[in-house]
T-cell receptor, first 114, second 110 residues
Framework: NAGVTQTPKFRVLKTGQSMTLLCAQDMNHEYMYWYRQDPGMGLRLIHY???????AKGEVPDGYNVSRLKKQNFLLGLESAAPSQTSVYFCASSTPIGGQETQYFGPGTRLLVL | EDQVTQSPEALRLQEGESSSLNCSYT??????LFWYRQDPGKGPEFLFTLYSAGEEKEKERLKATLTKKESFLHITAPKPEDSATYLC???????????FGTGTRLKVLA
């Protein structure tokens, strides 16, 4: 049981390049989330999904797109990377059990945009 | 606007010196308040969920409490391995979104 995994762990991009970050979970969770974490800003929600085939915008969605074609995977895309997207990206998953919800995080992807 | 404020930003304790971290929140109906621990270079690790005022939860040297406006994470007789950043988050009723605070960086000195 690997929990939440993220690929890649680290990436350097040039401005204007595109990339996709992959998040996978093996806990059969319904909900999945993408966050970015910047110094002094805390974790900010980019996009989230409450089920296969559904996605919704979070607090800072501009410049990002997401897809959830399979329940276990949640992809985050950057179509044209900008230096402002340099950050650490975390994926999380959760599911309500007995009215209670626990969110599990992946190890993060460190992205540097030059 | 839903908001979470954590204090202090940083805290240095001697081993065995108990203290409390604060998480103040404003939310339009609280669905849940969550505490996480984050070690450098790693993802947040879940600690507690609190759902209603008056609720308390404990795990080893940590105890979380909740009122209508704030939550406290009490650390009793901390050890150096408790050094980490502690994050607080809230989830409002009727939403799946989490709002995080900026965290408290805790350093416990041997």
């Amino acid at each position: 049981n690997a929990g939440v995994t993220q690929t890649p762990k680290f990436r350097v991009l040039k401005t204007g390049q595109s990339m996709t970050l992959l998040c996978a979970q093996d806990m059969n969770h319904e909900y999945m989330y993408w966050y970015r974490q910047d110094p002094g800003m805390g974790l900010r929600l980019i996009h989230y999904s409450v089920g296969e085939g559904t996605t919704a915008k979070g607090e800072v969605p501009d410049g990002y797109n997401v897809s959830r074609l399979k329940k276990q995977n949640f992809l985050l895309g950057l179509e044209s990377a900008a230096p402002s997207q340099t950050s650490v990206y975390f994926c999380a998953s959760s599911t309500p059990i007995g009215g209670q919800e626990t969110q599990y995080f992946g190890p993060g992807t460190r992205l540097l945009v030059l | 606007e839903d908001q979470v404020t954590q204090s202090p930003e940083a805290l240095r304790l001697q081993e065995g010196e108990s203290s409390s971290l604060n998480c103040s929140y404003t939310v339009s109906g609280l669905r849940g308040l969550f505490w996480y621990r984050q070690d450098p270079g790693k993802g947040p690790e879940f600690l507690f969920t609190l759902y209603s005022a008056g609720e308390e939860k404990e795990k080893e040297r940590l105890k979380a409490t909740l009122t209508k406006k704030e939550s406290f994470l009490h650390i009793t007789a901390p050890k150096p391995e408790d050094s980490a950043t502690y994050l607080c988050a809230v989830q409002a009723s009727g939403t799946y979104k989490y709002i995080f605070g900026t965290g408290t960086r805790l350093k416990v000195l041997a």
